[in-house]
Antibody, heavy 118, light 110 residues
Framework: QVQLVESGGGVVQPGGSLRLSCAAS????????MHWVRQAPGKGLEWVAF????????YYADAVKGRFTISRDNSKKTLYLQMNSLRPEDTAVYYC???????????WGQGILVTVSS | QSALTQPASVSGSPGQSITISCTGT?????????VSWYQQHPGKAPKLLIS???NRPSGVSARFSGSKSGNTASLTISGLQAEDEADYYC??????????FGGGTKLTVL
């Protein structure tokens, strides 16, 4: 069965950096695009970034463009999100999600909490 | 990249039907049939319910159905059950190669 396991979250000061990882199993990771989606405490879902199966296309939400970098290592079946210049408003649970038919979020990880606070 | 508009809450009694609306613009919901719906129980990850406006992935109950008219998509849940109590989110692909979610709707089963 599909499993997506996020790691790397924690507490970081404003202006700091953090790298999230998402380990995938149960499907051919190298054949599917992947997303990062976040959810601030008590709030709704917010799409963050997408990377195509081979890394050839990458898209970002305006809120994170220039600060966050999505990447992947297909040999390690792992998705990454490098987050720099973090702000308090980036505090959220971050989910990785498997893309399906390009437009949909088929499977989701359990999420990892990132807290930006001094 | 403004969020799609959903009602904050809806409610219904067991066995009844409810509909959740999701209003976007000509750049997202109105432009493409790439609307999807997700169910999220408290403390859990979202689950895909509907793709491509009205398609149910394998394993999703036939009680869930979707439709679209103009800039507004809708999710209908028929035969409400207690287990349907959750938050529901719509999503659409957009003309700027991004994705946008609705603000979410909390469903209460009375």
């Amino acid at each position: 069965q599909v499993q997506l396991v996020e790691s790397g979250g924690g507490v970081v000061q404003p202006g700091g950096s953090l790298r999230l990882s998402c380990a995938a199993s149960g499907f051919t990771f190298s054949s599917f695009g992947m997303h990062w989606v976040r959810q601030a405490p008590g709030k709704g879902l917010e799409w963050v970034a997408f990377i195509r199966f081979d890394g050839s296309d990458i898209y970002y939400a305006d809120a994170v463009k220039g600060r966050f970098t999505i990447s992947r290592d297909n040999s390690k079946k792992t998705l990454y999100l490098q987050m720099n210049s973090l702000r308090p408003e980036d505090t959220a649970v971050y989910y990785c999600a498997k893309n399906w038919e390009f437009y949909y979020f088929q499977y989701w990880g359990q999420g990892i909490l990132v807290t930006v606070s001094s | 990249q403004s969020a799609l508009t959903q009602p904050a809450s809806v409610s219904g009694s067991p066995g009844q039907s409810i509909t959740i609306s999701c209003t976007g613009t000509n750049s997202d919901v109105g432009r493409y049939n790439y609307v999807s719906w997700y169910q999220q129980h408290p403390g859990k990850a979202p689950k895909l319910l509907i793709s491509a406006v009205s398609n149910r992935p394998s394993g999703v109950s036939a009680r869930f159905s979707g439709s679209k008219s103009g800039n507004t998509a809708s999710l209908t849940i028929s035969g409400l059950q207690a287990e349907d109590e959750a938050d529901y989110y719509c999503s659409s692909y957009t003309s700027t190669n991004t994705w946008v979610f609705g603000g979410g709707t909390k469903l209460t089963v009375l």
